[in-house]
Nanobody
Framework: QVQLVESGGGLVQAGGSLRVSCVVSGGTFSSFVMGWFRQAPGNEREFVGVITRSGSNSYYADSVKGRFIISRDNAKNTVYLQMNSLKPEDTAVYYC?????????????????WGQGTQVTVSS
């Protein structure tokens, strides 16, 4: 059974940086496209970014493009979300998700396995 566990969330001031991690177990990590999503209170869960199985390509939501970077280490079964120039509107629970296949999907329904989420709070 594939399991995803996020870590690294916390409280940071606006303009600061934070890196969250997601460790995958129980499956072949290099076979998964990995996505990041977030959900703020009262809002629907939204797409943040996605990375290919090899890590050679990634795609981001316009709201985070140029500020967030996704990377992965297939030897460590881990995907990372580096968040820079954080804004209060980035406050949310951040989720990683695994997708079998090759397409860089932005749709949460294309991802079969999810982590429990990690809270990121950006103070103004």
């Amino acid at each position: 059974q594939v399991q995803l566990v996020e870590s690294g969330g916390g409280l940071v001031q606006a303009g600061g940086s934070l890196r969250v991690s997601c460790v995958v177990s129980g499956g072949t990590f290099s076979s998964f496209v990995m996505g990041w999503f977030r959900q703020a209170p009262g809002n629907e869960r939204e797409f943040v970014g996605v990375i290919t199985r090899s890590g050679s390509n990634s795609y981001y939501a316009d709201s985070v493009k140029g500020r967030f970077i996704i990377s992965r280490d297939n030897a460590k079964n881990t995907v990372y979300l580096q968040m820079n120039s954080l804004k209060p509107e980035d406050t949310a629970v951040y989720y990683c998700a695994a997708r079998s296949g090759v397409d860089l999907s932005t749709r949460q329904y294309d991802y079969g396995t999810w982590g429990q989420g990690t809270q990121v709070t950006v103070s103004s």
